[in-house]
């Protein structure tokens, strides 16, 4: 027979003042309002002299403000992180074996068209199931390496980066796209860094950041790669880097919204104290699932190891024995059924695990989010869970 699990059957009567907890686009800013949008720049060519300078602005207050070493190069890319991280790979990879990590979602991306468009020959994959990470000494110090910082769809993170030699032969390329700004970065132990407006700092979708090492540039300049690039992926002008790119010339045309809207995330970012209160933040959101999921004996962290777990893409797996005897199916149709109920409540939006990953929830919690909604919201998980429960009972019981 079951019994209640902790935090009562009852409806909580406290909401979280913003349910959005989606993994990407993610929240706003606190604050953030469309008639702060500034229009002065909306209908000018983003190649003019002001728009340009607009353009080159956002991508030097980034760059300062994940305090990137001043050799490194960092422009603004179509097509989001995963142009940006494309661009990279197609740019960069075939002069030296690979190593491509995969452990959720997005690497296995990567892996697959490392595998079946660029059709490299010397891969080491480098795999494990979604919750785990590959054997990360396994990586050679002569190979490129390809890996996600954090992993999206599995709330599995790398917890650092001392398993790459800084002096390795090899380039490392980083997709960071749910790490940077949550999490510090290691840049004396990577090459090739992206990211997207979308994700920490609550961006529009569609655009993408890419930083590069000297040493990836050196590369750039060295290498020619033996396949056709399409314009959006070429870096370099007659063998040397395409310096405009990195200094506000955008390959295609940017949206000047989406680029004024990073400039009101970065103007709330330095009013609240910088990239520490943004890592504090998103830290503050991490302690108050992980004390919420400590107290409760019906759900668990997807990472098994509490240095793996990420501090933004949050993902949970439920552990109660009359959902683990379940089907696959049935789990998914389980959670997709209570998530639904916290939809309707307004407490809690797209919290779903990702599709390819484990029936479990993914709850995001990069800086935009305010603790105090993750704490709000809480309650109605354990709400949420013992009504599902009490209907499974029933219809066993009939």
């Not at 209908?43 to 030097?60: E, T, W």
């Amino acid at each position: 027979m079951n019994t209640p699990l902790q935090g009562g059957t009852g409806q909580p009567t406290v909401r979280p003042a913003d349910p959005r907890f989606s993994s990407g686009p993610c929240k706003k800013h606190p604050g953030w309002s469309p008639q702060e949008f500034s229009s002065q720049y909306v209908g000018f060519s983003h190649r003019a002299p002001a728009p340009k300078a607009r353009i080159k602005s956002v991508i030097d207050r980034q760059a300062e403000l994940l305090k990137l070493p001043d050799l490194w190069r960092l422009g603004l890319v179509p097509a989001s992180d995963t142009g940006a991280f494309e661009m990279a790979m197609w740019s960069l990879l075939g002069t030296r074996p690979v190593d491509a990590l995969v452990w959720e979602s997005f690497s296995s991306d990567w892996a697959s068209d490392i595998k079946t468009q660029l059709k490299l020959e010397d891969v080491n994959y480098l795999r494990a199931d979604y919750g785990d990470l590959p054997d990360l000494a396994s990586v050679r110090t002569d190979s490129d390496v390809v890996f996600v910082y954090n992993g999206t769809t599995s709330g599995t993170r790398v917890p650092n980066l001392d398993w790459l030699d800084a002096n390795r032969e090899g380039l490392a390329l980083c997709d960071a796209t749910s790490a940077a700004f949550a999490m510090p970065l290691d840049y004396s132990k990577l090459d090739v860094i992206t990211w997207s407006f979308q994700k920490v700092l609550g961006g529009e979708a569609g655009f993408g950041m890419l930083a590069l090492s000297p040493k990836a540039v050196e590369r750039l300049e060295s290498y020619t790669p033996d396949r056709p690039l399409p314009k959006i992926f070429r870096l370099t002008k007659n063998g040397k880097i395409n310096e405009g790119i990195f200094k506000g010339a955008t390959i295609n045309t940017p949206s000047m919204l989406a680029v004024e809207d990073m400039h009101m995330a970065l103007d709330w970012t330095d009013k609240i104290g910088g990239i520490t209160a943004l890592f504090a933040r998103s830290q503050a959101n991490f302690k108050a699932i992980d004390s919420w999921v400590s107290q409760r004996d019906w759900i668990e962290w997807l990472p098994g190891v509490p240095e793996h777990r990420s501090n933004t893409s949050m993902c949970l797996k439920i552990s109660h024995a009359d959902f683990i005897q379940l089907d696959e199916d049935a789990q998914r149709n389980a959670v997709k059924t209570f998530c639904g109920w916290l939809s309707d409540e307004q407490v809690a939006f797209d919290i779903n695990a990702y599709r390819a990953a484990p029936p479990g929830l993914r709850i995001w919690g990069g800086a935009t989010v305010d603790s105090t909604d993750i704490e709000a919201m809480l309650p109605w998980l354990d709400w949420a869970f013992n009504r599902w429960l009490q209907q499974h009972s029933k219809g066993q019981n009939q």
